[in-house]
């Protein structure tokens, strides 16, 4: 069965949006390679409609359950299903418990801004995880 890797940078305050102010000045050659290595590894990439808006111009509208969906891609075969970002997309897919991994990209900053929404760590968003050198649902 494949698995479901999600792939987030978040800052020390939780923040995992408005990347364009804290994010960029972290990438260097060994983050690179980690991120090449990381879609190496899938052949499949599975996008929330904010996270596919900075990735294309035009999103398709979609019908369909989103958790029966992923279900039977994860049954398909093939290689890992890489998803970058934690919204709503990836929020449901852990609520479901299709998530297999979550590959949290901790900067060293506080940013001391953004929303609730910006925010990693929302309302209703738990879940029990163990390290494994990435973080996996317990």
Not at 14 to 32: G, K, M, P, V
Not at 92 to 100: A, F, I, K, P
Request: hydrophobic share 40%.
């Amino acid at each position: 069965m494949r698995r479901i890797i999600n792939s987030t940078y978040v800052s020390l305050d939780s923040l995992i949006e408005l990347l364009d102010r804290w994010h960029f000045d972290y990438l260097d050659d060994a983050s690179n390679k980690v991120e090449w290595d990381q879609l190496l590894t899938s052949d499949a990439l599975l996008m929330g409609r904010r996270t596919y808006e900075g990735f294309a111009e035009v999103w398709p509208s979609r019908d369909g359950d989103l958790a029966e969906e992923v279900a039977k891609l994860k049954q398909q075969p093939g290689q890992d299903i890489l998803m970058y970002g934690f919204g709503p997309v990836a929020q449901t897919l852990q609520q479901h418990g299709l998530l297999d991994e979550v590959r949290l990209w901790v900067h060293p900053v506080f940013v001391g801004s953004g929303s609730p929404s910006d925010m990693l760590f929302r309302e209703g968003n738990s879940a029990r995880l163990r390290l494994a050198l990435h973080y996996r649902p317990a």
